[in-house]
């Protein structure tokens, strides 16, 4: 199994540019998240999809952060425009059920750096 | 709305010292909780989880956790800690959503 799969792993990019961050789940997963990580607010919960439907968006910071699940095996994460607060590493997870109990299986991350 | 608090931000233990971290929660109920361990560059990986049945649950890596109740706890432990657990490990639990909250983490620093 190839875990969840992750792109670009680092992006750097100048204020006001377009930035898109990719995400493959574990093939028969339902139910995937994005998180952002930085040091000031620890691991935040930005949106979490169940069968490629958005459930849970109240973490999506404003306007200029959007997500898409288009099918099962990909999900995309855009911001436009950046800003440099936006710098942090995101994370994707995938778990096989929507289920409380169940394990959440991370991405090695995208560390985002804003110019 | 729930809540994870580790109240440790960073633990130095010598090699071959025991390790007990810290966490409390805040969901009334029984909750699912977790622990999950995230190496320096990489996604956070399980460590293990409680739901039900034995409160002393073992996971990898030859840790393990004690739910207790009465002390809406979940502490960490590890007889004998290694240089190669120097990390960042995360609590978290999932109660009344099936989404789960994190802690802020404590990152363990391993003293040869």
């Known amino acids: 199994d190839a875990g969840v799969i992750q792109s670009p792993r680092h992006e750097v990019t100048e204020m006001g540019q377009e930035v898109t961050l990719r995400c493959k789940p574990i093939?028969?997963?339902?139910?995937l998240f994005w998180y952002r990580q930085t040091m000031m607010r620890g691991l935040e919960l930005l949106i979490y999809?169940?069968?490629?439907?958005?459930?849970?968006d109240s973490g999506m910071p404003e306007d200029r952060f959007s997500a898409k699940m288009p099918n099962a095996s990909f999900s995309t994460l855009k911001i436009q425009p950046s800003e440099p607060r936006d710098s942090a590493v995101y994370f994707c997870?995938?778990?096989?059920?929507?289920?409380?109990?169940?394990?959440?299986?991370f991405g090695p991350g995208t560390r985002l750096t804003v110019l | 709305a729930q809540s994870v608090t580790q109240p440790d931000i960073h633990i130095t233990v010598s090699e071959g010292a025991s390790l007990e971290l810290r966490c409390n929660y805040s969901?009334?109920?029984?909750?699912?909780l977790f622990w999950y361990v995230q190496s320096p560059g990489q996604g956070l990986q399980l460590l293990l989880k409680y739901f039900s049945g034995d409160t002393l649950v073992q996971g990898i890596k030859g840790f393990e956790a004690e739910f207790k109740r009465s002390q809406s706890s979940f502490n960490l432990r590890k007889p004998s800690v290694h240089w190669s657990d120097a990390a960042e490990y995360f609590c978290a639990e999932s109660g009344g959503s099936y989404i789960p909250t994190f802690g802020r983490g404590t990152s363990l620093i391993v003293h040869p």
């Open positions: 969901y009334g109920a029984t909750p699912y």
């Open positions: 093939s028969g997963h339902n139910s």
């Open positions: 999809f169940n069968n490629n439907v958005p459930i849970d």
């Open positions: 997870a995938s778990s096989r059920t929507s289920g409380g109990a169940d394990t959440q299986y």
